[in-house]
């Protein structure tokens, strides 16, 4: 399908061209808990952040099912949302989306049902979508300025023979289909041996496996609406055109990174906390840190890591591709590239939390882990500085 799917359209390959810059983030805001208010209180590994066009934040809770809005001093605004099945309310909550004309997109998402919340400017709540559909079960996304296209990470069941394909997709504002990539094929889950602890060890390690052997699309979209996609396995970008039926393509020279035995250990203990925000509480105690040990050792991860382990736009003709993400090191390290795909320079990080940043503006938005385990919310200006 893969090989069918390359043949049928107009592919123009470009190189990027060497023009390195000086990139610095310079931090200008720093929000964390306090002792006085608990809305400053986010907690586990999926808290994440945005901002609309005048410089309001909002940092989606999904532990507390709620959305902080602060202003752009990082003061207390409000509270959107929080636990329940009401308008404007959350029970699985994964992302918030603010669309270029003020409306938002709030994320949902539990095993084989995606919930779409839609808010008018302001936050005003208009309706919400409920949607179970086993050939297309989102499971995070990103969407277009224009709200008119979105595209993600997703899985479907394949009921033939009961296993679950990974892939990433492009789709319209009603959920149809334009773009597709199946990824890998892996038995699904049994519910019959949900309390299995040696079925838990052999299911991780086969969705470890699809990471480990670079079987991971990424998906985003940039100010003028353009879907840039990319595998985790190649260090190549595509920028498709407007109906998706063909694309230009740009990359970067770069030396493999080694993944070693210290930098496999450093990810248990992430990836760990990622899982359990997921399960029920009965099965928290079960699914352990050791069991995810030895999925990942099962899962037998190549000797070096992945090129590209995300794909983020933003809203000013930038592309940001992280090359690597070093849980050991606590370290991201990002390429930019103009929407173009002529290469800017590069940055590295001090902290993985630049993972699931947010680009507008000139600015990074980002959660971070500090010393404490605490998560704080850091805006960061990006100055871009020519080498002489």
Known sequence: MKHLFMSVMVMLSVHALASDHVIKFVQDLRVGPTSEDPVFDWVGPNVSVTADSEGHIYVTDPKENRIIQLDPIGKFVRQIGGPGQGPGEFQFLVSTHILADGTAMVFENQ??????????PGFQYRDKIVRQ??????????????????????????????????????????????????????????????????????????????????????????????????????????????????????????????????????????????????LPAQLQSLVNNEVVREA??????????????????????????????????NLAFIDFFTTQGDYIGSYAHPNVGAANMFLADGYAYMVESNDQDDKEVVRYRIEFTPES
């Open 111 to 120: 095993q084989a049902t995606n919930i779409f919340n839609s808010f008018g």
């Open 133 to 278: 559909d086993l050939s297309l079960m989102m499971q995070n996304i990103s969407y277009a300025p224009n709200g008119k296209m979105l595209g993600g990470a997703a899985a479907a069941l394949d009921q033939s023979d009961n296993s679950l394909i990974t892939k990433s997709f492009v789709a319209d504002e009603n959920f149809k289909i334009i773009k597709e990539w199946e990824l890998d094929k892996s038995p699904a889950f049994d519910p019959a041996k949900i309390s299995d602890r040696a079925y838990w060890v052999k299911f991780l390690a086969s969705r470890f496996k699809i990471f480990a052997n670079g079987k991971t699309g990424y998906v985003t979209f940039d100010e003028e609406n353009r879907v840039y996609t990319a595998m985790a396995n190649r260090y190549e970008i595509q920028c498709w055109n407007r109906d998706m039926s063909a694309f230009r393509s740009f990359n970067h020279k770069y030396k493999p990174i080694p993944r070693t035995q210290q930098e496999i250990d450093a990810t248990v203990a992430p990836v760990h906390e990622a899982i359990v925000a997921a």
């Open 296 to 329: 990942i050792e099962m899962a037998e991860f190549a000797p070096v890591q992945n090129p590209i382990n995300g794909l983020r736009a933003s809203n000013d003709g930038k592309i940001a591709v992280f090359h690597e993400l070093s849980y050991a090191k």
